[in-house]
């Protein structure tokens, strides 16, 4: 296959998953927008076709083994199983935190969307690639959880995309050898909720490199961590 034609965007309902939504619609890939509210997901796809940009909805929520089963099960259906999978949904739930004084059990949801949530699409999804030896997973990441240059706070958040980069490392090792390539991206500062409304940064350039590397052409990087298109210090 010489170029992506479908893709799953988590997180799909507002801020850089939906900005990743709007430009790969715009390079004219199929796209599946998922939400985990459906009425959130369908107003984003309602602001798309206004756009002129007709995308697909599906609902996921990606703490639910279930629920990514019921999408991997439509995607195969609906797109032949996608060609890409951008893992964007997360949560931030310790701002205000530490390490020393944060709640395991805030640890725990965190780790339940922002690492097993992509660990659950890729266990789900990754499969179809490899049979039609065609692939690009990204995982967005950020730079709270680069080693080099660790600092404190936001304490689950921060181990959770640790983590991310790890997974990420592996599976492209592990998928290595067809045209699969497995990567991870920072969107720096980006004004969205999460990022609040002081960011530099508009939600479409934070998805700029999450869909430039969804969009690479075979032979291009895998198991990289990238920002502004270009390498990122673990
Ligand atoms: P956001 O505006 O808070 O959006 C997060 C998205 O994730 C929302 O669509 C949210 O859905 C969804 N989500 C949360 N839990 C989910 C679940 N269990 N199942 C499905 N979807 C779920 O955040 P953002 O700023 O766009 O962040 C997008 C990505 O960029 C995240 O991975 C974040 O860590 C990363 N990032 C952001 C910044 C920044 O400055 N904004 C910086 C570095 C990295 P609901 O609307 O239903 O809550």
């Known amino acids: 296959m010489a170029e992506a034609r479908s893709a799953v965007v988590t997180g799909g309902n507002k801020g850089v998953g939906l900005g990743a939504c709007r430009l790969l619609a715009r390079a004219g890939v199929r796209v599946a927008l998922t939400a985990r509210d459906p009425d959130r997901g369908a107003a984003s796809r309602r602001t798309l076709a206004k756009?002129?940009?007709?995308?697909?909805?599906?609902?996921?929520?990606v703490t639910d083994g279930e629920s990514v089963a019921r999408l991997?099960?439509?995607?195969?259906?609906?797109?032949?199983?996608?060609?890409i999978l951008i893992n964007n949904a997360a949560i931030l739930l310790d701002r205000e935190r530490l390490g020393l004084d944060v709640g395991i059990d805030s640890v725990r949801e965190t780790m339940?969307?922002?690492?097993?949530?992509?660990?659950?699409?890729?266990?789900?999804?990754?499969?179809?690639?490899?049979?039609?030896?065609y692939g690009r997973i990204v995982n967005?990441?950020?730079?709270?959880?680069?080693?080099?240059?660790?600092?404190?706070?936001?304490?689950?958040?921060?181990?959770?995309?640790?983590?991310?980069?790890?997974?990420?490392?592996?599976?492209?090792?592990?998928l290595r050898g067809g045209d699969i390539l497995v990567n991870a991206a920072c969107p720096g500062w980006v004004r969205t909720d999460m990022g609040g409304r002081s960011a530099p940064r508009s939600p479409e350039e934070g998805a700029d490199t999450p869909v430039w590397l969804?969009?690479?052409?075979?032979?291009?990087?895998?198991?990289?961590?990238?920002?502004?298109?270009?390498?990122?210090?673990w």
Not at 51 to 61: I, K, N, S
Not at 123 to 129: D, E, F, I, S, V
Not at 147 to 156: A, D, K, Q, R, V
């Open 140 to 174: 967005v990441s950020s730079w709270f959880g680069g080693l080099e240059g660790m600092e404190g706070g936001y304490p689950g958040y921060r181990i959770s995309k640790t983590c991310l980069n790890a997974l990420t490392c592996i599976l492209a090792a592990e």
């Open 72 to 83: 991997a099960e439509w995607a195969q259906k609906e797109l032949g199983g996608p060609d």
């Open 112 to 133: 339940e969307t922002n690492l097993y949530g992509p660990l659950r699409l890729c266990q789900a999804l990754a499969p179809g690639m490899k049979r039609r030896r």
């Open 51 to 61: 756009e002129g940009l007709d995308v697909l909805f599906h609902p996921l929520d």
């Open 214 to 233: 969804a969009l690479l052409p075979k032979g291009g990087p895998t198991g990289g961590f990238f920002q502004d298109r270009k390498p990122h210090p």
